[in-house]
């Protein structure tokens, strides 16, 4: 892992008022809201239609922003790595567990992060292009052994962002402890795993600005603290 962080665009959090709005407002126009109204003859009004009508073209409009984000960020890690490895995440635990706001909104965003579809798209395009994939299994823990000491912390939720190891003292992101655990797990160096030289991580940092992709750079040197734990929020290391 290089270290760095793709933001999730969060696209249902940006357009959830206008399906709220578009909802309430079909909703409040005249038309069958159930069979026997229908057979009684009330008929769909113009407003209805065309509030119907704002609303698919909202959701096509979501879907469409999604699939190209999703691809440009596959095209962007196949092209630059020659091995990607790739972790089978259990996403029902995660939505389930109490992060975010409340659960609806921890279930909402793992949703909208679409990490089935990602990953899919990743195993296609590595594939045509020759590129190596491996994959961790279900239920291996990554992000709550320390990589440096190998200490098992637990009693973590998906609301903890950085690990705080006991016994060694580190602290370190999770997702990018992960990462190195990952390393670790499939027998892999940082060089063989993602298959880059460093002159390479330019080149793809530039493509990721090309392509509009916003990034964060996880600094593997700074001691977190506890008031540094922020909520969690979908993102791809890398």
């Given at each position: 892992?290089?270290?760095?962080l ?34 009684k003859?009330v ?16 959701l ?7 699939d ?95 690990l ?14 992960a990462?190195?655990n ?18 390479d ?12 992709i ?12 506890r ?12």
């Open positions: 892992s290089n270290g760095l793709v933001k999730n665009p969060n696209i249902l959090e940006k357009i959830e008022k206008h399906i709220i709005h578009l909802q309430r407002k079909s909703e409040r126009c005249i038309h069958p809201h159930s069979k026997r109204q229908h057979k003859g008929q769909k009004s113009k407003n209805y239609i065309k509030a119907c009508a704002r609303y698919s073209k909202l096509r409009r979501s879907w469409s922003i999604r190209d984000f999703d691809q440009k960020l596959t095209t962007c890690l196949v092209r630059h790595y020659s091995g990607i490895a790739l972790e089978t995440l259990n996403i029902e635990p995660m939505s389930k567990d109490n992060i975010g706001k409340n659960k609806r909104q921890g279930n909402k965003l793992n949703r909208d992060a679409a990490w089935n579809t990602l990953k899919t798209l990743i195993i296609n395009k590595a594939k045509r292009m020759g590129r190596k994939i491996a994959q961790v299994p279900a239920f291996t823990k990554t992000s709550s052994v320390c990589s440096h000491c190998g200490y098992e912390v637990e009693g973590l939720t998906v609301r903890n962002r950085i705080h190891c006991p016994n060694c003292g580190q602290s370190i992101e999770r997702d990018y402890n990462a190195l990952i390393e670790k797990y499939l027998g892999m160096g940082s060089s063989e795993a993602s298959g880059s030289k460093p002159a991580c330019g080149a793809l940092l530039s493509d990721f600005k090309k392509n509009r916003v990034t964060t750079q996880v600094e593997p040197g700074r001691k977190y603290t008031k540094s734990d922020k909520s969690f929020v979908p993102a791809l290391l890398v």
